[in-house]
């Protein structure tokens, strides 16, 4: 069964940083798209950044750029979500997803992970 293992949450404080990683338990298509959500506590889930595994193309979402970074290690089957200069509002419970279209709606990806709390406190 394909599984993606989401780690590295934690409480920081304001200002500091957190690498998140996000483990699949096959070996992904080259086609694959991997992404990071977030979720907020009341809040709708949104989109944080994406990378396409075969060509490493990369997208942000505007409220994280040039204070996130997506990157991937083929042969782990790992993409990693360093974050830096976390604010308060960066604080919801993260999730690494996989699908097959270079998209940021969450509705095009199809395999979820179980999630990581961020809390980052001001």
């Known amino acids: 069964q394909a599984q993606l293992v989401e780690s590295g949450g934690g409480s920081v404080q304001a200002g500091g940083s957190l690498r998140l990683s996000c483990v699949a338990s096959?070996?992904?298509?080259?086609?694959?798209?991997v992404a990071w959500f977030r979720q907020a506590p009341g809040k709708q889930r949104e989109f944080v950044a994406l990378?396409?595994?075969?060509?490493?193309?990369?997208l942000y979402a505007d409220s994280v750029k040039g204070r996130f970074t997506i990157s991937k290690y083929r042969t782990e089957n790992t993409v990693n979500l360093q974050m830096n200069n976390l604010k308060a509002e960066d604080t919801a419970t993260y999730y690494c997803a996989v699908g097959s279209r270079y998209d940021s709606d969450s509705r095009s990806y199809n395999i979820w992970g179980q999630g990581t709390q961020v809390t980052v406190a001001s």
């Open positions: 096959w070996r992904l298509y080259s086609s694959s798209v």
């Open positions: 990378i396409r595994w075969h060509s490493s193309s990369i």
